[in-house]
């Protein structure tokens, strides 16, 4: 049997099985199984189909044992700030809900004052957002606190998988630090914080970094996957942009990344967490990465927008290949740029619509065809890019001088390149598997 590690990757619009082994100092990896993840929208809100995901990663596991990979570990990173909570017999109190759910809106736009917000970031470091954890925590307190007589424990995405894998219950740090509950210096909870929203402390579990313990899959699990006794869960980098982050082995001082895909998190790492007024009117977050580094870095919205464009074609039974769509917007002389994180962009049910609205708004051309709307999507972020790289250089020592693009839009050479001559640095194309190299990598290691 070929002893390998399983990375279970999840997006915000599908996941992943990968197994990894290390060939020559390098990473190799095989696709096992691909899934859906879908955004349901039931009763008053948005929510995430946790019970699918989990059996969709376990069918994943299973044909992996199945075709003969001797999995060592797992790792499962996911998308940031989302969580479940769970009763003190382990069972989930509700599914949890979508970031892009609107439950937040009043909480974080009448609740806190922006002065709450930027002292809030002193402590945190993380860019003032209505998705961060703590504004859905005390959005689900308003409106049902009596949820909180039963809860026993806060799990984020990862966190959750993992728990009914192992039946330890832990708090990953990366994932844990993009809830903004978290102090970036210390890197463990606030709990001054916590207990000041009138949330239980009780909640929060015991902070765990990655790569820096294991835990054995329970024996009813490893039976039913077909995985060897000595299988374990090793949690990595569970938020997936710190994963696709350690890919990058080699970086300097002068380096910045971009994790390209539904989101664009756009940073550098620094040793320490940079909590000034400037970085909280910039929109800068201080994330926890590996080995207690922090990843300074701005959230864009990143791929979402074509993601959006791409399922309404689809349905409507039109070519949505990507490399035509890129080929198309490479003809194209199409010239309007928008702010890609404006609002209206967030959770429209129609995207040509909202681009339509916007631009109307601006007194810009709206898109049409299809070559224009990937160019003006393409533009605009390059746009952003930009912006954000400037940004970046007034609160760094050193200025960046190279930009690493890793993700699925590492691979449109035409944003590559409209990056590049925005930004006026050097971009080079990193792993677009990324995510799941980092996962693997940091498994790979702690195996050592």
């Not at 809830?179 to 015991?206: G, P, T, V, Y």
């Not at 620094?270 to 201080?286: C, R, V, W, Y």
């Not at 701005?298 to 039109?318: D, K, S, Y």
Request: proline share 2%; aromatic share 10%.
């Amino acid at each position: 049997m070929k002893e390998a590690y399983l990375a279970a990757d999840f997006g915000g619009g599908s996941g992943r099985v990968i197994v990894g082994w290390v060939n020559d100092g390098r990473i190799e990896l095989k696709e096992i199984h691909r899934f859906k993840n879908r955004q349901i929208f039931m009763g008053n809100h948005l929510y995430w189909d946790a019970l699918a995901l989990f059996e969709d990663m376990k069918q994943g596991i299973k044909k992996a044992a199945d075709e003969g990979y001797y999995i060592k570990s797992i790792g499962i990173d996911t998308w940031g700030v989302d969580f479940a909570l769970i009763d003190r017999r382990g069972n989930l109190l509700q599914n949890p809900v979508c970031y892009r759910d609107k439950r937040t809106e009043s909480v974080f736009n009448g609740d806190f004052t922006s002065q709450d917000k930027q002292k809030i970031y002193h402590s945190s470091g993380l860019q003032s957002m209505n998705i961060n954890t703590l504004y859905q925590l005390c959005s689900l307190l308003k409106e049902c606190p009596e949820i909180f007589d039963y809860a026993d424990k806060l799990l984020f995405m990862p966190d959750l998988f993992s728990y009914y894998l192992t039946g330890h219950a832990f708090n990953e740090y990366t994932i844990a630090s993009t809830s903004d509950l978290l102090s970036a210096q210390n890197r463990d909870w606030n709990f001054d914080l916590i207990e000041s929203l009138h949330l239980k402390k009780e909640m929060f579990c015991r902070i765990v970094k990655p790569g820096k313990e294991r835990f054995l899959i329970k024996k009813d699990v490893r039976k039913e996957l077909n995985l060897p006794d000595d299988c374990a869960l090793v949690p990595i980098a569970s938020h997936d942009t710190q994963s696709a982050v350690y890919s990058l082995q080699n970086k300097t001082q002068n380096d910045a990344f971009l994790s390209s895909g539904t989101w664009s998190l756009l940073g550098c790492e620094i040793n320490e967490p940079i909590l000034t007024d400037d970085a909280f009117a910039k929109g800068f977050s201080n994330e926890g990465s590996v080995n207690d580094k922090i990843c300074f870095l701005q959230n864009i919205t990143g791929l979402w927008t074509l993601q959006r464009l791409i399922a309404q074609w689809q349905t409507r039974g039109e070519d949505t290949d990507l490399t035509l769509l890129n080929t198309l917007a490479e003809r194209s002389d199409f010239y309007t740029v928008v702010d890609v994180d404006d609002n209206i962009f967030q959770a429209p049910d129609n995207m040509e619509q909202a681009f339509e609205m916007y631009c109307s708004s601006h007194g810009l051309q709206s898109p049409k065809t299809k070559g224009e709307y990937v160019r003006c999507i393409f533009m605009s972020l390059a746009e952003r890019y930009a912006k954000g790289i400037s940004e970046m250089n007034k609160l760094l020592p050193e200025k960046i001088k190279r930009l690493t693009v890793m993700g699925g839009g590492s691979n449109s050479e035409l944003l590559n390149a409209l990056t590049a001559d925005k930004c006026g640095i050097e971009v080079v194309k990193g792993e677009s598997e990324a995510t799941a190299v980092g996962n693997i990598l940091l498994q790979y290691q702690a195996d050592k």
